[in-house]
C-alpha cells in the first residue's frame, strides 16, 4: 500500500491533483474532510474542531482498502492551519504529524491564482505560508517534493515520484 498526501497553502491545486492523480494511475482518492465539515458549520468553528477534521481524516486515510491511496490533505496543513490562527496545535495533532501516515507529501506551489472560495481564509499570503509548509515538512523529515508550473506539469512530476514509491 502507498499513502500519498497533497499539501501546501489554500488555493494552490490541491484537490485538482490529488484527484488527477487517483484517476491517472487508479488509486482512490480520499477528499479534504475540512470542507464537508466546515460547510456544515457555515466556517464557523473553533480549535477542537481541528481535532475532529483530523479524527475523520485518518479514518477515511485507513479505512481504505486501496493499494494507493492520495489524500486531498495531511496532518501538516492541520498544524499549521492551528499555528496560524490559534497560535498553538493541539497534542492530539502533534501526535499525527510525527507518525508516518504518508509515503510522500507533494507540496503545492502558490504559483497559481488564487480562486474565491467562502471556506478560504489566507488569499494574500500563500507564498510565506509555502514556506511554512516546505520548513516543517523538512523539520519533521517528511518525504516529499515540490511541484509546480502547469497541471500537466504538476501531474507529470508527481506521477514520476510515485512511481519510485515501492511496496
Request: glycine share 4%.
Given at each position: 500500500?502507498?499513502?500519498?498526501?497533497?499539501?501546501?497553502?489554500?488555493?494552490?491545486?490541491?484537490?485538482?491533483?490529488?484527484?488527477?492523480?487517483?484517476?491517472?494511475?487508479?488509486?482512490?482518492?480520499?477528499?479534504?474532510?475540512?470542507?464537508?465539515?466546515?460547510?456544515?458549520?457555515?466556517?464557523?468553528?473553533?480549535?477542537?474542531?481541528?481535532?475532529?477534521?483530523?479524527?475523520?481524516?485518518?479514518?477515511?486515510?485507513?479505512?481504505s482498502?486501496?493499494?494507493?491511496?492520495?489524500?486531498?490533505?495531511?496532518?501538516?496543513?492541520?498544524d499549521i492551519?492551528?499555528?496560524?490562527?490559534?497560535?498553538?496545535?493541539?497534542?492530539?495533532?502533534?501526535?499525527?504529524?510525527?507518525?508516518?501516515?504518508?509515503?510522500?507529501?507533494?507540496?503545492?506551489?502558490?504559483?497559481?491564482?488564487?480562486?474565491?472560495?467562502?471556506?478560504?481564509?489566507?488569499?494574500?499570503?500563500?507564498?510565506?505560508?509555502?514556506?511554512?509548509?516546505?520548513?516543517?515538512?523538512?523539520?519533521?523529515?517528511?518525504?516529499?517534493?515540490?511541484?509546480?508550473?502547469?497541471?500537466?506539469?504538476?501531474?507529470?512530476?508527481?506521477?514520476e515520484?510515485?512511481?519510485?514509491?515501492?511496496?
Amino acid at each position: 500500500m502507498i499513502r500519498v498526501a497533497i499539501t501546501g497553502p489554500e488555493s494552490t491545486g490541491k484537490t485538482t491533483l490529488a484527484k488527477a492523480i487517483s484517476e491517472k494511475l487508479n488509486g482512490e482518492y480520499i477528499p479534504e474532510f475540512a470542507r464537508e465539515y466546515l460547510a456544515e458549520l457555515k466556517g464557523k468553528y473553533k480549535q477542537s474542531d481541528l481535532n475532529e477534521i483530523a479524527r475523520r481524516q485518518l479514518g477515511s486515510l485507513l479505512n481504505s482498502s486501496a493499494r494507493l491511496r492520495i489524500s486531498d490533505t495531511d496532518f501538516v496543513v492541520l498544524d499549521i492551519w492551528s499555528n496560524e490562527k490559534y497560535g498553538s496545535t493541539s497534542s492530539y495533532i502533534e501526535d499525527l504529524i510525527i507518525n508516518k501516515y504518508f509515503d510522500l507529501h507533494i507540496l503545492c506551489t502558490p504559483d497559481i491564482p488564487w480562486e474565491e472560495d467562502p471556506l478560504r481564509e489566507n488569499p494574500n499570503d500563500r507564498d510565506r505560508l509555502f514556506d511554512l509548509y516546505k520548513t516543517r515538512l523538512i523539520e519533521l523529515k517528511k518525504p516529499f517534493i515540490i511541484v509546480e508550473g502547469s497541471h500537466e506539469e504538476r501531474l507529470k512530476k508527481s506521477c514520476e515520484a510515485i512511481g519510485t514509491i515501492s511496496l
